[in-house]
């Protein structure tokens, strides 16, 4: 192995080299790391959302921006897409099993983050800036569905 390489065995003996710039596994680490990818896999940690729901999940995010992020990580197999066939169409996204598998630890990441901003007084809205002052920090997840009907 050469100095500073780092490889992974999988099941089939194929052999993945994480840090190389070519390497499948690491187009799927950025996907899920990017900065929306986080969030469209927490915000679907509970349930199965349409287009325009998951976009109200997710305060800040740009249709355009969602449908890229939901784009990649349906194409890694991490989420799923469904297509009613009705007009509009109505389409509902969910975790797949290696979604749920790779979902789970950035939940319980975000769930710790969460207790220990609670653990130190810090409201689920307010948080403390450099200056002492509080500031407003949003934290994610699923708001009410609206039942709209959407192309996505």
Not at 52 to 61: K, N, T
Not at 67 to 84: F, G, I, S
Not at 130 to 142: A, M, V
Request: charged share 25%; proline share 6%.
């Amino acid at each position: 192995m050469r100095e500073g390489a780092q490889l992974m065995e999988t099941e089939a003996d194929t052999r993945y080299e994480v840090f190389h710039t070519d390497c499948p596994a690491r187009d799927v680490v950025d996907h899920v790391t990017s900065r929306w990818g986080i969030w469209v896999l927490i915000s679907l940690r509970s349930n199965d959302l349409r287009f325009y729901e998951l976009r109200d999940s997710i305060q800040g995010i740009s249709e355009k921006m969602l449908a890229q992020t939901l784009r990649a990580l349906v194409q890694d197999d991490l989420v799923w897409r469904k297509v009613e066939p009705t007009t509009p169409p109505q389409v509902t996204y969910g975790l797949t099993e290696f979604g749920q598998d790779v979902g789970a630890p950035l939940t319980d990441l975000f769930d710790r983050i969460t207790q220990r901003l609670a653990a130190s007084g810090v409201s689920a809205t307010e948080g403390p800036n450099t200056t002492g002052q509080t500031k407003q920090l949003t934290i994610p997840g699923p708001q009410q569905p609206h039942h709209l009907d959407d192309e996505h």
